[in-house]
């Protein structure tokens, strides 16, 4: 009777263990086929969405940064021609103009030469000068006011705040031909003009690299930034 009560309980407790061993298979099973289930409803919106997870989704594209160049133009127009009239340019300049608005210059080489002599040595180092006090705006508050108008400003390629030396490094890179022109001013160099005239054509085309996904300029990828929405660069370090 013992020996019956014996076999009993073990055969009790051999199928409690397959039970229970058949139980835990179903349930994996079960949770792997959640997971595809899970798998199938996140991929069409990858699909549907193709901003999904996109590392660029924050960067300012071409248009606004367009903007914000136009604007800065305008304001360093309006710059110089105030720098013009204090130091006195504008009146070299509209005395060597005349009366008939330059055309007597056209014809008279001595006229011509003296155009030249005024630009190199007094008009473009003006120019410089109020371009780099102009633009330094940018190492300082990492945004010119054309920037700071349309909200936005530069941070890094992962979506920090940008330190000085990096604004300064993407200064020196984006105004390189301007340092170039201001030492053939000063050394009347040609090879440093014909230097001056290539940097500043590969930075113009490298401007329109922000049409591209990653949406950064040549020197932007040289450096390592980007350019953002303000509020958003800074929500998005703020909640670090």
Known sequence: MKLNEKNENHST?????????????????????????????????????????NPYIWRIGFGRRFGAYI???????????????????????????????????????????????????IILPLML?????????????AQSLGKMLLGIQIGTADKKIASYSKLLLRFVIKYGDSVLKLIFVLTALSFVETFST?????IFVGFFFVLSARKQALHDM?????VYFKDELLQLNSNE
Not at 222 to 226: D, K, L, N, Y
């Open 71 to 121: 604007i800065d133009y305008v304001f360093l127009m309006l710059l110089f021609l105030i720098a013009a009239l204090t130091t006195g340019v504008a009146d070299r300049i509209m005395d060597f103009v005349g009366n008939d608005g330059g055309l007597s210059m056209l014809t008279n080489l001595e006229k011509i030469n003296e155009l030249t002599i005024l630009t190199n040595k």
């Open 13 to 53: 407790s051999d199928f409690s263990k397959k039970f229970e061993t058949e139980k835990n298979n179903l349930e994996a099973e079960k949770f792997a086929q959640n997971q595809e289930q899970f798998k199938q409803i996140i991929q069409p919106v990858e699909q549907i969405d193709p901003n999904f997870q």
């Open 198 to 202: 290539m940097w500043n054509f590969i």
């Open 222 to 226: 040289i450096v390592g930034t980007a």
């Open 129 to 141: 000068a109020v371009t780099f006090i102009y633009f330094s705006l940018e190492i300082i508050f």
